[in-house]
C-alpha cells in the first residue's frame, strides 16, 4: 500500500511527464467534485477518452445506474460481506456522497497537517484538492 502522499506525487509526475511530452501514457484527471457537480458533462468526457462513441441514451443509462442511490439499492440486493457492514450489518461502504464531508471527521490540526503535506508533495500544480483552481 504505502503513502497516500508517495502516490499522488508519482501521479503527478507521470502527468507533468505527459504535459513535457517525454510520456506518451493517455491520461484523463476526473475529480469526484466534478462527477458530483456536473454528472453528465464528466460522464460525456469520459465517454469521448474512452471513444466508446456512446449515444445520448446510452449515457443517461450510465448516469442513472450509477448513482449513489442506485448503488446502494444494487448492494442491498446481495448479500453484503461482513466486512463490509457494520455490527448491526448496516453498509460501511457507502457513505453520504458529499464533497467536503472530510471536515466532518478531521480536526483542525489534522486538516493543516494534511494541507502541508500536500503541499510539499505536489511540486506541479496539476493535481488540485480545490478543482476550480486547477490548471
Known amino acids: 500500500m504505502g503513502s497516500y502522499f508517495d502516490y499522488i506525487r508519482e501521479w503527478e509526475q507521470a502527468l507533468q511527464d505527459i504535459a513535457e511530452g517525454t510520456s506518451k501514457l493517455q ?18 468526457r469520459l465517454n469521448k477518452f474512452l471513444r466508446f462513441n456512446r449515444d445520448d441514451d446510452y449515457l443517461q443509462k ?3 445506474g450509477t448513482t449513489l442511490g442506485s448503488l446502494r439499492e444494487l448492494y442491498a440486493q446481495n ?4 466486512t463490509c457492514s457494520d455490527k448491526d450489518g448496516n453498509s460501511i461502504i457507502f457513505r453520504k ?6 471536515k466532518n471527521y478531521f480536526t483542525t490540526a489534522q486538516s493543516e497537517t494534511v494541507d502541508k503535506l500536500l503541499e510539499e508533495t505536489l511540486q506541479h500544480g496539476i493535481i488540485n484538492f480545490n478543482p476550480k ?3
Open 27 to 44: 491520461l484523463e484527471l476526473f475529480y469526484y467534485d466534478d462527477i458530483l457537480q456536473n454528472p453528465k458533462e464528466t460522464i460525456i
Open 62 to 64: 450510465v448516469l442513472s
Open 79 to 82: 448479500t453484503p460481506h461482513p
Open 97 to 102: 456522497g458529499r464533497a467536503g464531508e472530510w
Open 133 to 135: 483552481t486547477a490548471k
